[in-house]
């Protein structure tokens, strides 16, 4: 098994750029799909982006794409978010989660999870 670490949020006005990452303790980091999901309040948790393996194969949600970039690095066991043009909107915290062999888009099929990371995106 896997235990995901999350780091790297923050404060930042919109338009700005932020990278969070996210560090699994634990043996076989490359056999899991890594995913980033996120929660604001009073809302379901949503789908952000996923990274097979072997980094690739991705996958992005409708409100990530063409802002955001998900990356690995084996090596250091490692996942990483680049947010770019950040919106208000994403205010929100976000997760880092580990599912075993395939990505997927729903929270149910992963099986660990960090405690979350806080964006927040002042206008």
């Known amino acids: 098994q896997v235990q995901p670490v999350e780091s790297g949020g923050g404060l930042v006005q919109a338009g700005d750029s932020l990278r969070l990452s996210c560090v699994a303790s634990?043996?076989?980091?490359?056999?899991?799909?890594m995913g980033w999901f996120r929660q604001a309040p009073g809302k379901e948790r949503e789908f952000v982006a996923v990274?097979?393996?072997?980094?690739?194969?991705?996958d992005y949600g409708d409100s990530a794409k063409g802002r955001f970039v998900i990356s690995r690095d084996n090596a250091k066991n490692s996942v990483y978010l680049q947010m770019n043009a950040l919106k208000p909107e994403d205010t929100a915290v976000y997760y880092c989660a580990a599912k075993w062999s395939s990505g997927g888009r729903r929270p149910s099929a992963y099986d660990y999870w960090g405690q979350g990371t806080q964006v927040t995106v002042s206008s």
């Open positions: 634990g043996r076989s980091f490359s056999r899991y799909a």
């Open positions: 990274i097979g393996g072997s980094g690739g194969n991705t």
